[in-house]
């Protein structure tokens, strides 16, 4: 007999689900983009966090900086090998692929993005990230608000996706379910590959003959009915995508292959989650490094020939996040230890392509780090209201000035 505190591990839909009432589902209505912003309901984000920590010197390269490679003897690029995209900055010589979008106009390089009074550790700097929230502690991430801010269509259950194992904290709202799906064909409740484990939870469910009733109960069930319903429809709905790409066979190829199947499937999915790493390089850097750029560069490059040719390019904005860059010395291992500020990027056929900010500074320090000259907040603030079509401060808990990316 399955008991009732067990009931919930019979899921692998990765939603959320609080003990509140209130944290579970609105009464939804259709979002409505701000003023002036047309095809805002047709425009999809995805989300890139490269988890770990980026170091973004090694990404984003000073190569024009003497500086650079005086702290890094041995980690530093040779200029010669450097992508240049001015005489001070270039990419990373794994990054090819991308930097041809770059030529092409479709990518944003955001310099020197952080936060004040950073924090260096892993768990805490990723929280600050997906919460937005670098003051304080929140329950709900920045998307998530977003989603209970907008109110989607309840019955639409891709409203937001996160191709993940676990839903991201980045997703996580009070009123809206979000599946997470690691991929399309593990993408089911656990309890419907036995049949007695069905059995056993239907049971569950509707037994009646405890002494007490739970406020949870019927909520729960909605859940686990909206995840039962979402891993049957799902494979139905992207089934007649026909992908235009050659997508590199690594996991970041895998998850953005899927995310342009639900995006050129038309499901109304307005955020996507994927992640890449890890970044967190304390030991032989370069090799570990150069190969995650060079399989996010091929990745993002075939994801976007991908939308182009079902002409979804225009429709996807793409902003990729790490909890913070890495110290501008190398360390005793070819390493280096976490860090502050680094670059970001937004790609896609709604932004202004270019280096936005200056360089980083490697002579005014904060105790040997990048300091931060652009609040990532900032950075939603632009994505929340000039793509998504919402005001941002409900969101942001705050006014943040808008960067000028988006076309």
Known sequence: ??????????????????????HVFARALAQTPLPGLPGGEDRCLVLINLYGGNDGLN????????????LRPALAI???????IDAQVGLNPQMRSFKSLYDKGVVAIVQGVGYPDPDHSHFRSTEIWQTAAPDRYEH???LGRY???AEPARENLFKGVAVSRVLPEALISNRTDIPAIPALNEYAMVADRDASARRAFSAAAHDRSVPFQSPYLAHVMEIEGNA???????????????TKASYPATG?????????QIIGSNLGTKAIYVEHGSFDTHVSQRTTQDQLLLEFSNAVAAFYEDLAAHGNDRRVLTL???EFGRRIEENGNHGTDHGEASPLFMIGGGVKGGLYGAPPDLNDTNMGNVRFAVDFRSVYATVLERWLGRPSAPVLKGQFAQLPIIA
Do not use: I
Request: with cysteine; net charge positive.
């Open 147 to 149: 989603f209970d801010e």
């Open 252 to 260: 970041l190829g895998r998850s953005l292959a899927l995310a342009a």
């Open 320 to 322: 990729t996040f790490s």
């Open 59 to 70: 990404c984003v390269v000073p190569h024009g900086n003497d500086r650079y490679y005086q």
């Open 140 to 142: 709900t991430g920045w």
């Open 228 to 242: 039962q319903r979402s891993s049957e429809e799902l494979p139905k709905l992207v089934a007649g995508y026909t």
């Open 1 to 22: 007999m399955m008991k009732r505190r067990n009931f919930l591990v019979a899921t692998a839909s990765g939603l959320a689900v609080f003990a509140d009432t209130q």
């Open 78 to 84: 040779a200029r010669n090998d450097v992508l240049a």
